[in-house]
């Protein structure tokens, strides 16, 4: 088999994700689980009498001697990947290789890898999630009195902080960091059930009274929770909500990209991601700088959007005790489904980290809208004064109108002198309070202190975490 250059090779062989991430999902890692798992049954069943002591000795020498290139020589003839290491492995142990899977089925062994795997990978990724949610307390932290004009429907609106925006990201990461947590603390492996999950034939060997305790033993041995009811695989259902999970980051991360890009835009640019002294932004266009790491964020996380739908199918088709529908499409949707999420908390940690925030151009479009938000304050308090607030709305509505027209002209915006011009308004409002009315550097409520209050919450949780 040809895994040079000159072939295909998966983008996340080599392009995406980390290598702590890919040696989890490798072929290397998968055959040295199911060899511990072979070794582990072996184990508990010597204390039935049906391994010698010696037998096991011989499969531990040897349970990390993998030989994957017998293994796919004796795969392209028998076409079943775990029969073929299980060959290879019983070839390595002359004495002990015909007590080899004594009483398995071949997802006894595979599904309980793969949530060894799996948990593994979740650890991992919690793990970077923690270091993400750091990062972001740290720029909450440091611009929570960073007063900017706010957008809703992509249009200026009123007065918040960049500290507080930025909380906005960082509490839905923390929910999908509690989220994780919870997913991992219920994972289960099928356990050592059989071929539809009876237990039948572990009860031929050691006795139907004693399959509690055996599989008691096998849980604890191998520290992995079984599930008390299976079928010829673990509940697929369990894929579905991994997934999930992973998809879930996936939308805050995206949501975060997403706003950066239009943040990053010249005519707003207000921040931006890191851009490196010798980077190059366009092929064509020498003075690009382009927000390729925020654009592949969103490009992985759609892809990863989309794989819950495929676990969604494996669990929903899983056709009585057990159909194959699943086995091929398990082989890509799992490990990239971790390495997708790997590479975006690695890829959006640099950009929090590194993050530009650029207040001269926050203080310009300050300048620029925050008068309209103004407005609000002063209707509030000519209502206070007991002016009728329709015709006054009015009458800020045309000097509102008026001043889009200034600004769209590349003027100043004139809004605040045309309402100090305003002779109705004089007589309600003196020029001084008038000014202080105006001026919304201060009308962001307690967007600050909950700002803090978040990187405190946020601060504890990761304190108590033990990665």
């Known amino acids: 088999m040809d895994f040079s250059f000159d072939s295909f090779l998966s983008p996340f ?14 072929e290397r890692n998968k055959r040295i689980l199911w060899r511990k798992i072979w070794l582990a049954l072996a184990e508990v069943e010597a204390l039935y009498g049906l391994v010698s002591a010696e037998q096991v000795e011989e499969l531990r020498t040897h349970v990390d001697t993998i030989d994957i290139p017998r293994a796919m020589e004796i795969e392209s003839v028998i076409h079943h990947d775990l029969m073929a290491e299980l060959k290879t492995y019983a070839e390595q142990c002359p004495n002990a ?12 062994i595979e599904d309980n890898a793969d949530i060894i795997r799996i948990r593994q990978s979740i650890d991992l990724i919690i793990t970077r999630l923690a270091e993400l949610l750091s990062a972001f307390v740290d720029q909450i932290d440091r611009y929570a009195d960073v007063v900017m004009i706010a957008y809703t429907h992509l249009q200026p609106a009123e007065p918040s902080t960049v500290g507080y925006r930025l909380s906005l990201y960082a509490q839905d990461l923390l929910s999908d960091w509690e989220n994780l947590r919870r997913v991992r603390a219920h994972l289960r492996g099928k356990g050592f059930k059989g071929a539809v999950g009876t237990g039948a034939a572990f009860a031929e060997l050691i006795g139907l009274h004693n399959l509690p305790e055996f ?8 520290d992995v929770p079984f599930y008390p009811v299976a079928s010829q695989v673990y509940p697929r259902k369990q894929d579905y909500q991994v997934l999930s999970a992973l998809a879930g980051l996936g939308a805050s991360l995206y949501k975060f990209a997403f706003d950066l890009r239009f943040l990053q835009s010249p005519p707003i640019g207000e921040m931006s991601e890191p851009f ?28 990863l959007a989309q794989l819950p739908r495929i676990a969604w199918d494996n669990a929903a088709n899983s056709t009585l005790e057990r159909t194959l529908d699943d086995s091929a499409n398990r082989r890509t949707i799992l490990p990239e489904s971790f390495l997708i999420a790997d590479e975006l908390l690695l890829v959006t940690t640099q950009i929090v980290r590194g993050l530009h925030v650029d207040d001269n151009r926050i203080a310009q479009n300050l300048s620029i809208y925050g008068p309209f938000a103004a407005i609000e304050r002063v209707l509030m308090t000519l209502g206070k004064a007991g002016v009728d607030r329709q015709v006054m709305h009015e009458r800020f509505r045309r000097y509102a109108m008026s001043s889009w027209s200034e600004i ?5 915006n004139p809004l605040e002198r045309l309402i100090a011009d305003d002779e109705h308004i004089k007589l309600h409002i003196k020029e001084n309070d008038l000014q202080e009315l105006m001026d919304v550097s201060h009308y962001v409520g307690d967007a600050d ?14 304190t108590n975490f033990v990665g």
């Open 97 to 108: 290789g015909g007590v080899l899977h004594l009483g398995a089925t071949s997802t006894d």
């Open 449 to 462: 202190q909950r700002s803090r209050q978040l990187v405190q919450t946020i601060r504890e949780a990761l």
């Open 276 to 303: 490196s002294e010798l980077q190059v932004g366009s092929s064509a266009m020498p003075f690009k700088r382009n927000p390729i790491r925020a654009e592949k964020i969103n490009s992985l996380t759609r892809s």
């Open 215 to 222: 599989e008691t033993r096998l849980s604890t041995h191998l």
């Open 408 to 412: 769209q002209n590349g003027a100043p």
């Open 13 to 26: 062989t080599w392009r995406y994700g980390s290598t702590e991430m890919r040696s989890l999902w490798s």
